[in-house]
């Protein structure tokens, strides 16, 4: 068993995020830090702490609003940090940095959360085109036809580091993986949310020592389903009402596991294998891409 203890130690920076920002960070023992790679379920997972933190689904709060993301550089950190400083209820904090470029508190919860890289893949592309920052789009999702094979091929760099790729997904859950056995870092995977949402909740709200009914939790378990929470995209995509879409229901595209199957061709699917086999073992492709 891995008993060493995580430590900042990289700085990251890219046309995003800057994880130097989290020094000026001032935690509290309860924190939550909802530690996911782009497309692999931040805003689900924000949506349930936060129905979880308030105690009922219907709880009227726009979670990617009141769960800053601390190191993207969209606002002055002491924007952020005047906002957290001030919450009264347990925080819950997004980023998208590998564990390394993260202050590590024991006290604190981690829940990072990974999905297939093939439906991230996707997922992204949608992403990308439904930003209207068209240029930060473009600057970190590979496009064009051969946008998939660009996604493969490209490296991992930390003063790039908002630039996506299967080197980057691979790097993000590796720092991740190592310490997956501290007791408050806790590894979860898309798949296995699809497959039983309410279990999820469940699990989650153990994790947090949150008390739940069963009335409660089946409210959670509707108001999270994706087509529950594609109908208020207004409420829960990230950064609602800030303009930063030209769709908020729109962010909400698919949420289906294998949306890869039918776009890829067996040529691909042999050089997303030969790739991903350069960065993981093979227990770590068996969870990264099934759960």
């Known amino acids: 068993m891995n008993v060493s203890l995580p430590s900042q130690r990289v700085r990251y920076v890219g046309a995003v995020t800057d994880t130097d920002r989290w020094k000026k960070f001032r935690h509290r023992a ?35 609003v009141i769960s800053p993301w601390v190191d993207a550089n969209f606002a002055p950190i002491e924007e952020y940090l005047e906002m957290v400083e001030a919450q009264g209820h347990r925080r819950f904090l997004k980023t998208h940095s590998p564990l390394d470029g993260l202050p ?17 893949f996707f997922s992204m592309l949608n992403h990308r085109d439904n930003l209207t920052n068209e240029e930060l789009a473009f600057a970190t ?14 490296t991992f760099d930390p003063e790039n580091f908002d630039l996506q790729s299967l080197e980057w997904l691979c790097h993000f859950l590796k720092t991740y993986w190592d310490h997956r056995d501290l007791p408050n870092i806790h590894l979860y ?21 949150i008390a739940i009914t069963a009335t409660q939790l089946d409210e959670m378990t509707e108001a999270a389903t994706f087509e529950s929470m594609q109908k208020k995209g207004d409420q829960f995509a990230p950064m609602a009402g800030l303009d930063a879409w030209k769709s908020e229901n729109g962010f909400f595209s698919s949420g289906r596991n294998a949306q890869w199957k039918g776009r890829l061709s067996e040529e691909d699917l042999a050089a997303f294998d030969r790739r991903i086999g350069e960065f993981l073992t093979r227990e770590q492709i068996d969870w990264l891409v099934r759960g």
Not at 189 to 209: C, F, N, P, W
């Open 141 to 154: 999702i590979p496009s064009g036809e051969d946008a998939f094979q660009k996604w493969l091929d490209g």
């Open 104 to 120: 590590y508190y024991p006290e604190c919860t981690y829940l990072v959360v990974f999905r297939d890289p093939r439906d991230m």
């Open 189 to 209: 995977h898309y798949a296995d949310m699809k497959r039983d949402l309410r279990g999820h909740i469940q699990r989650v709200a153990d994790t947090l020592g």
């Open 30 to 64: 309860d924190d939550v830090f909802i530690c996911t790679p782009w497309k692999c379920g931040t805003t689900w997972t924000q949506a349930i702490v936060c129905m979880l933190v308030f105690g009922k689904a219907d709880h009227g709060e726009k979670p990617g």
